[in-house]
Structures are given as C-alpha cells and as structure tokens.
C-alpha cells in the first residue's frame, strides 16, 4: 500500500484500529473502544505486554504482522498464556492469525470463539486441529498452509457448513480428507484433494464442489476406480488457475490413467499452470498442449515413465516456463512437438530437461522454433548424442550437467549469444573438445566449470588467457583441475 493510502486508512479508522507496537501501558476507556488490532511478530512475544488487553472485550481483528522480509529459517515464540488465557476473553474476535508461531497445539478453547470467520494457523508446527474445531460454526476462512506436521482433520470439520477458503498447501504429512468433505458446498478453495481407497473420499464427491476457484491439487488419482468418476469430478475444474494432477509412484494401468486424465480436461480459459505428475500412460491425451489454452503459461510433466513422447507443447501461445523431468520411455524429441509450420514455441523462456535416461536424440530443423527461449538447462541426460539446433539467438543462460560433449559443442554453436555458462560432469570434455568450445564465447561473461577434470587448461596460450582477462569474464571453478586455475592467473 502506497505511504499516503496508508495514513489515509490509518486516520480514518484512528477511533476503533490500534497498531500495537512499542506500548506496554494502555488506559481501559482507551482499550475499551479498539475494535482492530494488529501487533509486530517478534522473536518472543510474552503476555505481559498484552495483559491489558483481555479488557478490550470489543475486539474483531487480532493479527500478528512482520515488517521487511521473513526468511524460512526465522522462528517466533509466543506465551502460551496468551493462547490460553487471553484469547478466550475476546469473544468477539472476528479474525485471528497466528501465522509463522512456533505453536504445537491449538487450545481448545479457541474454538469457543464462536464469531471467529478467519483463522490463519500456517506455517505453524500443529500436528492435529482440536476436536472441537466444528464448533466454529461461523468460519469461512482456514489456512494451515506450510503445517508440515499436519497429520490428521478431526471429524467434526465437517460441520464447517459455512468454510469458503480450506488452503492444505505444503502439507505433507496429511494424507488423507474427511470423508464427506464434498458436502462443504460453500467452499470456493479447496487446495489439496487426496484421493482414498475404499471407505475415504472419494473423486466423486468434488461433484458437489462447483464454486472451486484458484489453486487445486488431486493426489491419488491412481485410486481412481473409473473414468466415468473422474467426468462427474470435472464439473468442478472450471475456475482452476493452477492445476495439479497426481498419481502415486506405482505400478498402474495405461489405459485406465489416459482415460482418467483425458476426463479431467480443466476449463482452457482459466488455466496458467499445470502440473503432471507419475502418470503412468504411454501418451497424453490431445488436451494437454492444446492452443485453446491460451492463458497456460507454465506447464511440467514430471516422472511420466512410460510415455513415449511428448504432447504438442509447441502450440501454447503463451507458454514461458517448461520443465520435462524423469521421462525414462522418451527417445526422441524433435518437430513432433508441434506438427505445425508456424513459430513454434513462440513465448517459451525457460526449458529445462532433467533425468531423461533414455533420450539420444533432440532435432528441430526449424529457423521458427525457441524465438524467446532465455535459459536453456539439460540435466542428467547421459545418453543424448545427437542435438540439431537452428539458431537460438534470445538465449542468455545455458546449464548443461550429466551429458556428453556432443551435446556441450552443439549447444555453444547455436547459441551465440550466451552470457552465462554453466557445465558440470561432461563426459568426454578433453583439451582438444574444448578448443572447439571456447570459440564460440563471444558474448560469455559468466563462465562456471565443475568436476570436468579431462580438461587441463582454460586456454590454449598465454596470449587468449591475456585477452579474456581484458573482458573481465567472471570464472567459478569447483571441483576441478587445479591445472585450469594456473591457466587463468
């Protein structure tokens, strides 16, 4: 919020909104009025300094906030007493967030706080919600986003008939959702779906869930018994922004999982980003790289083993971000990513390709293809021999990790233009490979060389070590032949 927005919101709202900060002394007829309160998350925030407060009995809004910029590791402390005693006093709280609170447990008696609509409960420790967390009968929000130890719901969440926002994202310890959870019909945000077997939630009770807008992820689509559930699943698919569809890492049946993926088709004109991952068909349905899409603007198909190809990507019109990773079937990679004469790729800036063991071969032929592609990355790809690239001339970024110097020297030659180099493990990098390299580094600043231990010099002669030092090119060396920082000084 701009600084002037800011004092405006502020003097409007001066009788009933307090910024807590540095006091530690208030007068009840002052506390008394506060109606909005928010204070600074600090490292230990005691109960002292909030005793005062259990008088302010019209307070709506409780929100502990941070200034600057919060890091992963950082860890907050707050009184127990505070959660315990003073939190019960307030019984008009509307909103409460006790986000990034090293909080184990939530004490019962917040769920006696029967006007609360906001509950914001992320990135705490909490293993489990209270039982009686229906209780909150009037609830429309709940974030335990990031609660890694988040392991259970109790079975009274269903009684949240008027829950709109449930966010589960980055839970990992929370395997499955009450079994009823379809009939939540109010809800609008539903982050995570974890798929059950017999007697859990099942994909056909989504069918109830036609308001779902935003971030969705469904997990366990393996236990997806039929595609016929899936289709009465997708009814609620249409307001997705972000789409992840997940199967387990196990064996499956092809056919059964393209058909399943083929019925969750999400709605073309919301989709910015998909995510496909562990499904086990031998090729994707025609949906997926479809130019309906026109919004997707990030897509990655991560550990689909038995495909044997990729989708016709090239065809996203907005398409910036891919990443195909853990494709072990996929051989060959060429203009099959299109089928078109049209500029292939036409927005795509960053590709990247990672754990592709079986590939050997990347042709395209086509002056039309990458036009925008930045950063380029190959990792892990030991079999890949043959790449045929026409001019990449937007690329800045090159990484290339785990592959053959084959692919070392074509990728140098298409793309002239590069900046920043980054090659790791190259197997076959000898001094004579490359002096073949190296003069294709006209417009390389930034070079980083690890564990290529075949090469013995930077440069062939004092006279070229002399002339890049005039340039000024930055050089990282790790884990490699001492031989090559003698070449440079």
Known sequence: MHDLMNDLAAFVAREYFLRFENQ???????????????????????FQKFEAFQRARSL???????????????????????????????????????????????????CHLDHLRYLNLSRTNISK??????????????????????????????????????????????????????????????????IGGD???????????????????????????????????????????????????????????????????????????L??????????????????????????????????????????????????????DVKVISLELSRSTDVTFPSLEILRFEDMSSWEVWSTNSEVMFPRLRELQIIKCPDLIDVSLEALPSLRVLRIEGCGESVLRSLVQAASSTT????????GLTDEVWRGVIVNFGAVEELCIRDCDEIRYLWESDVEASKERKRRMRITLGATSYHLLRSWI
């Open 24 to 46: 530690t002394e208030m007068a009840v007829e002052a506390l008394a009025k506060y109606r909005h309160m928010s204070f600074m998350r600090e490292d230990y925030v005691g």
């Open 60 to 110: 709506r809004t409780l929100l502990a906030v941070y200034v600057g910029v919060e890091q992963s590791w950082n860890t907050f402390y707050i009184s127990n007493k505070i959660l315990v005693d003073l939190l019960p006093q307030l019984k008009l709280l509307r909103v409460l967030s006790l986000s990034r609170f090293d909080i184990s447990e939530v004490p019962d008696s917040i």
């Open 129 to 194: 919600l209270p039982e009686n967390v229906g209780n909150l009968y009037n609830l429309q929000t709940l974030i335990v986003f990031g609660c890694k130890s988040l392991s259970t719901l109790p079975k009274s969440f269903l009684k949240l008939k008027k829950l709109r926002h449930f966010d589960i994202r980055d839970t990992p310890l929370l395997e499955k959702l009450p079994l009823g959870i379809g009939e939540l019909r109010n809800l609008q945000t539903l982050t995570k779906i974890i």
């Open 199 to 273: 007697g859990e939630f099942a994909i056909t009770e989504l069918k109830g869930l036609k308001d779902l807008h935003g971030d969705i992820s469904i997990e366990g689509l393996n236990k997806v018994q039929s595609s016929m559930h899936a289709r009465e699943a997708n009814l609620s698919l249409k307001g997705i922004n972000k789409l992840e569809l997940k199967w387990d890492d196990v064996s499956g049946r092809e056919t059964l999982e393209k058909e399943i993926l083929n019925e969750l088709k999400p709605h073309s004109d919301k989709l910015k980003m």
């Open 275 to 328: 995510e496909v991952k562990y499904y086990k068909g031998i090729e994707f349905p025609n949906w997926v790289g479809d130019p309906s899409f026109h919004q997707l603007v990030q897509v990655s198909l991560h550990g689909c083993r038995k495909c044997t190809s990729l989708p016709l990507l090239g065809r996203l019109p907005s398409l910036k971000e891919l990443l195909i990773q853990g494709m072990d």
């Open 420 to 427: 920043k180099l980054e090659i790791r493990s190259i197997f």
